[in-house]
């Protein structure tokens, strides 16, 4: 099957509310977007990377990368208020193309064979599916917010490996067409979305200072891995 080129959208602001400067921190010895802009230049279906950025910074350091082009956010789409798919839905109108894939700057630890994967798996699908999100699997004994069982009978200690499994987006990957954001109200996820399972340790995402500091360690711990082999 040949796989059309997509276009990747990395939109990074140049300031995070809760780990400050987030986006160009160092993690593990260079910038943290560093590590996803490498993984989506080694995934030869992206012909080009779009940077929407409000930050100078940003663009001086990624200035480097061979597949990278800027879109400089406007005022009017800065801020955390804003939804990411107004950011998409303002890359669509500047670029050509058909099909995308967005993802963040915070998951480090994403492999150009998963992503491979992913568009190789939204593209075998596009017949069924008109677009592809990333999920984890969860199997484990959940409770809504007033604590009501939701997958298990507290009553019966089920094995977590046999409960039903919920599944939880975990922003790693989304894939779609011009025509389906379009048609779904300048959505990323279409009218009839692929659930696309990811393992836990690979969608790791940072938010938080604790999630910084553990996605270094796993990221050191890979790393001195596979120099000992």
């Known amino acids: 099957m040949k796989i059309p080129h997509i276009t990747a959208l990395l939109p990074m602001k140049g300031n995070s509310e809760r780990v400050p400067g987030k986006n160009i ?14 993984t989506l230049e080694k995934v ?5 990377v779009i940077i929407n950025t409000d930050s100078p910074k940003i663009k001086e350091l990624a200035s480097v990368f061979p597949k990278v082009i800027f879109h400089d956010r406007p005022a009017s789409i800065c801020g955390g208020h804003i939804p990411m798919n107004t950011i998409i839905d303002y890359d669509l ?27 190789e798996t939204f593209f075998a699908n596009i017949d069924t599916y008109d677009s592809l999100f ?29 409960l039903d499994p919920i599944f ?32 836990q340790q690979e ?13 270094e360690i796993i990221f050191n711990g890979q790393n001195n891995n596979n120099g000992e082999k």
Do not use: W
């Open 44 to 48: 030869e279906a992206i012909d080009k």
């Open 25 to 38: 921190r160092p993690f593990g010895g260079e910038p943290l977007f560093f590590h996803i802009l490498k």
């Open 134 to 162: 990333s999920v984890n699997r969860i199997q484990q004994r959940l409770y809504d917010k007033n604590f009501v069982p939701l997958n298990h009978n507290p009553a019966i200690l089920q094995n977590t490996q046999d």
């Open 93 to 119: 109108s500047h670029v050509s193309g058909e099909y995308f894939l967005q993802t963040h700057s915070t998951n480090p630890l994403m492999q150009p064979e998963t992503v491979q994967k992913a568009i």
């Open 168 to 199: 939880a987006e975990n922003s790693c990957i989304y894939i779609f067409s011009k025509e389906s954001f379009a048609k779904n109200g300048k959505n990323r996820l279409g009218l009839k979305p692929y659930a696309f399972e990811m393992t």
């Open 203 to 215: 969608s790791y995402d940072i938010d938080t200072e604790d999630d910084f500091q553990i996605a």
